[in-house]
Each structure stands twice: as C-alpha cells, then as structure tokens.
C-alpha cells in the first residue's frame, strides 16, 4: 500500500486538472477523481508494472467518457461554468486572467475527443503511445486527432470558427 | 547526411518539444524556411502555452478531503476486513432485510452500483453453485419459462447468455434476492464440473459502466452496466480467464 501513496499521490493533482479541463464542471470533476482514485486503490495489484500515470488517466478518462454519456442519454448538457466578472482580478492581472478563461472557454467548444487529446498531450505531457492507451486508439489517430484539435482551437481564438453559442461570454470583445 | 522529408506529425513533436535534439533542428530550419508552416506551428505553441498557464492553477489548489488517498485507502481497509466481510456475508443472506442493513450501515459505507452488483453476484455463487441438489430452481430443459419468469419480475426483457462457445452449459437460474431487488440468476457448468454465475438486474447508480475485474476470495469475475441493467459474471478462475466469456455475454446481451 505504501507504494500506491508514493506513486500515486503526487499524480491526483494533473488527474484534477485534466477531470476538470475535460468536464468543465468542479464538483462534477472532484467526483471523477475520487471514483478514479477508489478504483485506483481497489485494482492496485491489476496495473501493470511501470508509470501508473499512463493507467490512472485511463481510469479517468473511461469514467470522463461514461458521465459525458449519461448526461447524453438524460438529455442533459453537461454544464459549463462560465467565470463571472465578479472571479476576476484587476488590471493586467484582470487582462491576462480574460486570457486565460478565454481560452479555456474556447477549449470547451470543442468536441470531447478533440479536447481530451490536447489535454493529455500539451497540459499533461503523456506521450503519444500513453495518449493512445488511454484513449483506446491507434497512435495515427492520436495524431490526426491532435492535429484536428490544434486547427480547430486556432480557428476558435482567431474568430473564424462558426458563431459562438449564445451562452458564451464575448470575452475577447472585451479587450 | 540525408534529410528525412518533415511530416505533420513531426510539426506536432516540435510543438511537444518530444523530437530527438537533431531532428528538432532539422525542422526549427524548415521552419525558417517557410515562414507559412512557422506561423501555425508557432500559433500551436502559443495555445500550448496559453492552455498550460491557463490550467496550472488547478494542481496548485489544496486537495479536497475526499481526495485525500491515505483516507481512501484506510476507508477501503476497513470494508474489506475479511471478519467483518463474513459477517456482512452472513447476515445478509441469513437474516437480510432491515436487520441486515442496520448492522452493515453502522460499519460502513453502503454498497452501490457496480460494486453492489459484484458483491451480489459473489453472495449468489457462494450460496448456490457449491449446492449439488438443487443448485437452480428452474432447469435448462424449461429455460422458456426461466425467462419468463426472470423477465416480470425484473421487469425487463432477460436472455439467458449461450456459453456453449467457450464450453459451459446452461444448467439453469433463478430469481435471488438482492439488496437493490429482484436480480435474475444464471448458471452454467462446463466439463470439468466447474461452475459460472451470471447474474443481472436493473441498475440505479452506474447505468453504463465498464466491464469492471473483481475478486472476493477464491471467487472472481467481471461486472460490467450497459443501458441501465448490470451484469456480473463470476466463478472459480483466474479473473482474466473469465474476461472473454464475460465479453461474449456483453456482446450477446447487447442483441437483446
């Protein structure tokens, strides 16, 4: 047991952040993480010698994947929170901050597959095999995937992807 | 020395930064000659960037308590305490009902979801396959009626897997008792003498679930959801000797 603390104890935080880049919703994460961590501790023995990172996401990601798909089938949208005005800072900090929830706004636009590529790859730094393992696809996929996600997130900063839901903060007309 | 043409997946390692140290060269001076390709591979690295600082934040936030692992792990220890998992066992299937539920709530967490339905299952082996007279209550010979009387009373159309491809016959079922109702009871026998539990119901928690390992004891399986109604496979093997039976029922049950 100790060396599930060791190993997978300083990787709850990057499980955190990409649960809650991917579902946009904190509560909703949390919960990922915690039944990710419970099925963590109780297949211990059943991971395979090495990096649990790679199996941990995996984990993650099928229970990301699942929750996506009952708020499908209850006719749900799974929600997005929108940072408030009132969150932010002031200032240069208020400017950089409008970056930021901007971009992730954007991000949120994207389809799920799209995103959790990005994720994985250029926030968590998987490799391209593990991105592959965890998402249960050949590694061409992870590329042509990776691929897509990055043009159409470009599209997206720069304005030219289709007009934005009417639920989105205008961030970037704030300028 | 000869250069290898520079593919897009080569522009997508240069944003990673994951390309060997020369062949990062090699395509930083692609770049710079053809300013095109560096201005979107340069567009890709500023997201990265953005996407990075935007989301570091979150692991630097204080961990709630119920993602405290030392926790997790103790809370786990504590349920699965072999005397207390006997007990639980025993009660249940003795007395059952509200006595049952008092003694087992006050120990712990309820079961639910997959983890209940896997529990279950083990509690319907443990009881019913060691039985050599009267292991089912409805023969294979009068399945039809098997299924028929599974189907009311889960109020669900039930079909009763075929194992026949990977050597089990079915020997028949019945309807058990579960802590979350009525679950239909399959069993099936091979050659060998040994025996396989199927057992599904209609699920609360975990609707679609994947197809989850388990192992309680010497009795193991595999317990998966899809569409609202759970199944759990389990018998005497080695957990991964069950996964392709437990596959082959997923996929006949899918063709309901």
């Known amino acids: ?175 | 020395m000869s250069q290898r043409p520079i593919t897009e997946d080569d522009l997508h390692a240069y944003v990673d930064r994951v390309l060997e140290p020369e062949r990062q060269a090699e395509v930083a001076s692609y770049l710079e000659a053809h300013p095109d390709v560096a201005k979107r591979v340069t567009a890709f690295s500023d997201q990265r960037d953005l996407l990075r600082t935007a989301l570091a934040p979150i692991a630097d936030e204080p961990l709630p308590g119920e993602l405290n692992l030392s926790r997790i792990i103790e809370s786990r220890r504590q349920r699965r305490s072999p005397a207390w998992w006997a007990v639980a066992a025993m009660l249940l299937v003795c007395i059952g009902g509200a006595g049952g539920w008092t003694v087992r709530g006050s120990m712990e967490m309820p079961t639910i979801g997959l983890a209940a339905l896997a529990q279950e299952a083990t509690y319907s082996y443990n009881v019913y396959a060691p039985d050599r007279v009267r292991p089912v209550e409805i023969r294979a010979s009068d399945s039809a009626q098997l299924v028929q009387w599974a189907s009311n009373r889960l109020h669900q159309p039930v079909k009763v897997p075929d194992l026949a491809t990977s050597g089990f016959r079915l020997m028949g079922g019945r309807v058990v008792a579960t802590s979350h109702g009525p679950a239909a009871m399959f069993m099936y026998d091979n050659d060998h003498g040994e025996r396989l539990v199927v057992l599904t119901r209609p699920m609360t928690t975990d609707q679609g679930a994947p197809m989850t390992p388990q192992t309680s004891g010497d009795v193991a399986g595999f317990s998966w959801a899809d569409s609202g109604m759970g199944y759990s496979l389990v018998g005497q093997s080695p957990a991964e000797a069950l996964r392709p039976i437990a596959n082959e029922v997923r996929r006949q049950a899918r063709t309901i």
Not at chain 1, 5 to 16: F, K, M, N, S
Not at chain 1, 25 to 50: F, I, K, M, P, Y
Not at chain 1, 61 to 70: E, I, K, Y
Not at chain 1, 109 to 115: I, K, M, N
Request: hydrophobic share 40%; aromatic share 4%.
């Open chain 1, 1 to 175: 047991m100790n060396d599930m603390l060791l190993l997978v104890e300083p990787l709850i935080p990057a499980l955190r952040r990409y649960a809650r880049a991917l579902v946009r919703n904190d509560a909703t994460a949390d919960d990922l993480v915690q039944d990710c961590l419970e099925r963590a501790v109780s297949r211990w023995h059943q991971r395979r010698e090495g990096d649990p990172r790679p199996w941990l996401f995996t984990i993650l990601h099928n229970l990301a994947v699942n929750q996506f798909r009952q708020a499908k089938t209850r006719g749900q949208h799974v929600t997005i929170e929108e940072t408030s005005e009132n969150d932010l800072g002031q200032d240069a900090v208020q400017e950089r901050k409008l970056m930021y929830q901007d971009v992730l706004n954007r991000l949120a636009r994207l389809p799920e597959d799209q995103r959790a590529v990005l994720l994985l790859i250029a926030v968590e730094d998987l490799s391209y095999a593990d991105a592959a393992k965890v998402l249960d696809i050949p590694v061409g996929t992870v590329m042509s995937r990776l691929s897509r996600a990055r043009e159409r997130l470009q599209q997206e900063i720069e304005g030219t992807a289709n007009a934005a839901p009417a639920n989105v903060v205008p961030l970037r007309s704030m300028k």
